[in-house]
């Protein structure tokens, strides 16, 4: 079996993942991972993530993947058994002196090697796995047929993890300098500032800086390929499930701990729908492409398919405008099924407002429009809108409606 791992930056995310179709999540707390400014888990949050996850049948994978200096040894210590006394299922490190730690403290721990590793080859994730890891993430540089390649040469008791959907990182493996240059925040310790991203301007005729950044330039080199644009394209690979799921490929992972909760259930949804479509009649599977549209809904830029089949030295996977295409407006989440009348009642994101068209999303298919006809307060009285986050309201809904069930605008 496949599985869909998806990102949790924090509970409800993780509950919007978990409700729509992860086997696995994957998250971490405030420190030692390479997300410091997602909201992440306290390690009492961690412990309450486990239960609620087990008693679905859900895994929890903890990254622990930023490279800790000598100081931070002791404090890593203490985290570990931590991790290992609330029962975590995996850790996910790329340092090696992390995974030496690990492998002596809690031996027992399964171990995931990370993509910021760079492993490319089946020479190194077979010694990754010789020294005790269970599974090797690798490099998002691999194009689908080195994957394979990779997999026809490692042992079958080693699991390969890869990315197939989510914002990719410019520099190799994601390890880069560019962000601690600019403002002093370590991207290889979890604090990128992601200047990749920022809009560039002439500062100079053989130079280039960051717009409110003029005083910093750097050097422009042009190769016989020509000059590169630095911000990478989103990968996205829902039109090529039957490769994916014919592939040495043990996991597929998305990506994205610091996007909306709706990101993830829509991105989970979208990906269990096809990874179960294609298991239940191969031979019959057919792409549907509302799927694309349900990816579309959510914020990201230009989608690409990352190295799966491009050559990397081609512009394939980067962008001319850096900006994201903006998500769909996440209006409310549905607190139960309907009552007698008909009526649901949801807890407020965004505001709606009587005449909206919206869609409900639902595990298990794609958008289901209508429009919003009639809505009360929890006092049975009409309203007009529904200004206010977190407020409790009822909307009339023509068809069935499940506690999770997530509304969004018809319209980006």
């Given at each position: 079996m496949k599985e869909l791992l998806c990102p949790a930056g924090n509970f409800e995310k993780l509950k919007s993942a978990i409700l729509y179709g992860a086997d696995a999540v994957y998250l971490a707390s405030s420190f030692f991972g390479m997300r410091a400014q997602a909201d992440n888990f306290t390690l009492e949050e961690i412990a309450e993530a486990v239960e609620y996850a087990h008693a679905r049948g859900v895994k929890i994978y903890v990254t622990v993947n930023t490279m800790p200096h000598t100081n931070e040894?002791?404090?890593?210590?203490?985290?570990?058994?931590?991790?290992?006394?609330?029962?975590?299922?995996?850790?996910?490190?790329?340092?090696?002196?992390?995974?030496?730690?690990?492998?002596?403290?809690?031996?027992n721990m399964e171990l995931h090697i990370s993509t910021q590793?760079?492993?490319?080859?089946?020479?190194?994730?077979?010694?990754?796995?010789?020294m005790g890891a269970k599974r090797v993430v690798l490099a998002?540089?691999?194009?689908?047929?080195?994957?394979?390649?990779?997999?026809?040469?490692?042992?079958?008791?080693?699991?390969?993890?890869?990315?197939?959907?989510?914002?990719?990182?410019?520099?190799?493996?994601?390890?880069?300098?560019?962000?601690?240059?600019?403002?002093?925040?370590?991207?290889?310790?979890?604090?990128?500032?992601?200047?990749?991203?920022?809009?560039?301007?002439?500062?100079?005729?053989?130079?280039?800086?960051?717009?409110k950044r003029l005083d910093h330039s750097l050097a422009i080199e042009e190769y016989k390929e020509g000059s590169f644009i630095m911000s990478s394209k989103d990968m996205c690979m829902i039109e090529h499930i039957p490769e994916l799921m014919e592939s040495g490929i043990d996991s597929f992972k998305i990506e994205g701990r610091m996007k909306s909760a709706y990101y993830t259930a829509i991105c989970a949804n979208t990906y269990r729908m096809a990874m179960d479509a294609y298991l239940k009649s191969p031979?019959?599977?057919?792409?549907?492409?509302?799927?694309?549209?349900?990816?579309?809904?959510?914020?990201?830029?230009?989608?690409?398919?990352?190295?799966?089949?491009d050559d990397p030295m081609n512009n394939a996977n980067t962008v001319i405008n850096t900006g994201y295409l903006r998500e769909k407006a996440y209006l409310c989440v549905a607190q139960g099924e309907r009552d007698e009348q008909g009526y649901a009642t949801f807890m407020q994101k965004n505001k709606l407002v009587l005449g909206d068209s919206v869609e409900l999303i639902t595990p298990g298919k794609c958008g289901t429009p209508f429009v919003v006809e009639s809505m009360l307060d929890l006092n049975g009285e009409s309203i007009e809108s529904a200004p206010h986050p977190s407020m409790l309201f009822k909307i009339k809904v023509p068809f069935e409606v499940h506690a999770g069930d997530i509304l969004r605008s018809s319209e980006r």
């Open positions: 040894y002791e404090r890593l210590k203490k985290y570990l058994i931590s991790l290992d006394e609330i029962g975590v299922d995996a850790l996910i490190i790329s340092d090696l002196g992390v995974f030496t730690l690990a492998r002596e403290l809690i031996p590793a760079s492993t490319v080859s089946a020479y190194t994730a077979t010694v990754w796995h010789k998002r540089e691999l194009s689908l047929e080195e994957i394979n390649e990779i997999r026809r040469n490692t042992p079958p008791t080693l699991e390969l993890e890869c990315f197939i959907h989510g914002s990719m990182c410019i520099s190799y493996s994601g390890r880069c300098l560019l962000s601690n240059y600019y403002t002093g925040r370590d991207a290889n310790r979890g604090a990128c500032a992601q200047p990749c991203r920022w809009n560039y301007t002439n500062a100079h005729p053989i130079e280039f800086a960051e717009e031979d019959e599977y057919k792409y549907d492409e509302r799927w694309l549209r349900e990816l579309n809904s959510v914020s990201h830029r230009d989608y690409a398919t990352g190295f799966y089949f």
